[in-house]
């Protein structure tokens, strides 16, 4: 099997961190641009926090820019989406992606991007 494992959701009161963790399983991690997406039933899928493949370029969205940092752990095969500062508004189920080639994570975090493989996603709740 080939596809991203998430873990490091749960609850957390407003203001706290968390730190989620995305694995590859099957494939190296740092071939691929990879993404941190988050969807609330109901609502649009969201692209929260995008890093390329080859010079680690990163994009955030604008409802996280500033709180959430993405990162490349090269020799745990992760990438890793620590959030600081949790509001309400960030609980939803976390999903990672990842997709070969070269584009701008603008475009991935986007949505114009179509990801060739994506984790079961983690829940991340904030709530007081």
């Known amino acids: 099997q080939v596809h991203p494992v998430e873990s490091g959701g749960g609850s957390v009161r407003p203001g706290g961190p968390l730190r989620l963790s995305c694995e590859a399983l099957?494939?190296?991690?740092?071939?691929?641009?990879i993404a941190w997406f988050r969807h609330v039933p109901g609502k649009k899928r969201e692209g929260v926090a995008c890093i390329s493949k080859s010079h680690g370029d990163t994009y955030y969205a604008d409802s996280v820019k500033g709180r959430f940092t993405i990162s490349r752990d090269n020799p745990r095969n992760t990438v890793d989406l620590q959030m600081n500062n949790l509001k309400p508004e960030d609980t939803a189920i976390y999903y990672c992606?990842?997709?070969?080639?070269?584009?701008?994570?603008?475009?991935?975090?986007?949505?114009?991007?179509?990801?060739?493989?994506w984790g079961q996603g983690t829940q991340v709740t904030v709530s007081s």
């Open positions: 992606a990842a997709v070969p080639g070269e584009t701008t994570m603008f475009y991935y975090c986007s949505g114009y991007v179509v990801s060739d493989y």
């Open positions: 099957g494939f190296i991690m740092k071939d691929f641009n």
